[in-house]
């Protein structure tokens, strides 16, 4: 559930909640789909989501994946970070 600009919390099948910060969104364009870019609190653990327009997250395969990591990757030449 996307909760604010820089947060989002999952919520996985235990019910165990985890905040997680986002990096960036972006919408791919040869499909539309929504993609979200996350790390967890400890800023070792990226991880990507699709979301929809209500704001649900879904999982993501392994090409969808690799896809947000080379976004990432991208985004850190770009911003040096």
Same mark, same amino acid.
């Not at 979200?36 to 699709?50: A, P």
């Given at each position: 559930?996307?909760?604010?600009?820089?947060?989002?919390?999952?919520?996985?099948?235990?019910?165990?909640?985890?905040?997680?910060?986002? *990096? /960036?969104?972006?919408?791919? !364009? &040869?499909?539309?789909?929504?993609?979200? =870019?996350?790390?967890?609190?400890?800023? %070792? @653990?990226?991880?990507?989501?699709?979301?929809?327009?209500?704001?649900? *997250? /879904?999982?993501?395969?392994? !090409? &969808?994946?690799?896809?947000?990591?080379? =976004?990432?990757?991208?985004?850190?030449? %770009? @911003?040096?970070?």
């Amino acid at each position: 559930m996307l909760s604010d600009e820089n947060k989002l919390t999952v919520i996985d099948d235990a019910g165990t909640e985890t905040e997680l910060r986002i *990096l /960036f969104t972006f919408t791919y !364009e &040869e499909t539309g789909k929504k993609y979200v =870019v996350t790390e967890d609190e400890s800023g %070792e @653990n990226v991880m990507g989501f699709r979301f929809d327009d209500d704001g649900n *997250l /879904f999982n993501i395969d392994e !090409e &969808e994946m690799e896809m947000c990591q080379e =976004v990432l990757d991208s985004f850190d030449e %770009e @911003n040096e970070l």
